[in-house]
């Protein structure tokens, strides 16, 4: 008979994220073999087979789901806290992102990943454009690998080719897309039943010629990948990107658009009729002027977006503050609106429950993976936080849904599972040597600068 890995979590305040279901109750949840396979208000199991977690106190939410950030650029963490997107595209694709080494993708990584971890983000799809070569693809690969997160390599068309922006302008890259992404498919991601997954990412109509896209999209089609395309960037959006992806190789239901705020509403509409799902970057959008966050013009055409980080350049790696942002430009819009009106706000146009489904379902839901993961749910694979309601900044628990979104922080994460592995128990991630990794990263950090003799002068990036 097989040995079978058993999870019992005792008397959490489960919160649940699935569309109909009672919004919160006390359960607990029997994990085996990375499997959630009974909730009920008291759960019996034989001791000795099974490790038995209390959970009271606790409220155990899905784990949180970000689908799209830029963790190559983790290694320069909150350089870029007073940029604007024209300071992000001369620093990160004019200077710093060609000089990468694989060692520096492999520990921008590493930290991105723990920092994700740490913070109850369990699924994250890493939208890596940073792909010098087939060495820098190994090192991203191998850091996914080893870091415990449920990850979704993007494969991004090289900083080559973001350099060449610089070069040729928006909407004219032409550089060829590299065929190492088949390599990759073969060797590292040849089964779709793995915690780590390979997709496309793709350049897109702001970013290249009719012929790339075409290419692009037939190759995610031929290895089976799903998609992930920026569009609506700031004036950017006046190449009409939706418009060119349909012309050159078609819309599918498989694509996620990264941020839409520039997009014009017949293009929102294209994506809506074609089933593709968005993400959202809230809270780096209003940082970097990339334009209006686009959820209230999303919602109205039934399209319900998931949330993302983006790059850690700017905002800090977890999802808690994005769901905020995301309240906030939403109530803040909607509200200014109304009272300019000559009324006062009777309703707000967007619920806490609604930004945590969007930072879990609907991330689960765009990453091709809401069948295995983005609730708790009987059948689902377990990808579980717990927040420990016992701090300063919760306790008394009133209304939990509340409490996490506009409340809780990564330091109130206790627990973190992932497909029923603890990754972080008693508040520390485990397995990882996190302070070797951090010291690792300081020490490559500036070995870069000086490779490329630049230093940061309050911010800005500048030659030494
Ligand atoms: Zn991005």
Redesign the pocket.
Known sequence: MVNRQRTLLVGGLVVAVDPGQPESAVLDVLVEDGVIVQMAPSITVDQGACEVLDMRGRILIPGLVDT?R?LWQSLFRYAGADWTIENYVQAMWGKLGPAYTPEDVYIALRIGLAEALDAGCTQIFD?NHNHLTPEHSDAAVAAHMESGARSILGYGQSMTTLGEFLRTGPGNGSIPPSEDIRRLRETYYSSDDQLNRLAMAARGGEVATTEVIATEARQARELGLRSSI?AGNANWAKLRPVEKQQAAAGLTDDTTW?HCNALSDDELRLIADSGGTVSVSPELELHMAIGPVAIRRLLALGIRPSISV??CLNVSGELFSVMRAALSSVRGDANAEVIASGINPLELPLSTRDVLQFATWEGARANGLLERTGSLTVGKEADIVAINTHRANLMPVSYPTGAVVVGANPANVELVMVRGRVVKRDFALVDVNLAALLDRAQVQNEALLRRIGSRFETGLLVDS
């Open positions: 799209h830029h939208w920026h990264v983006d790059t």
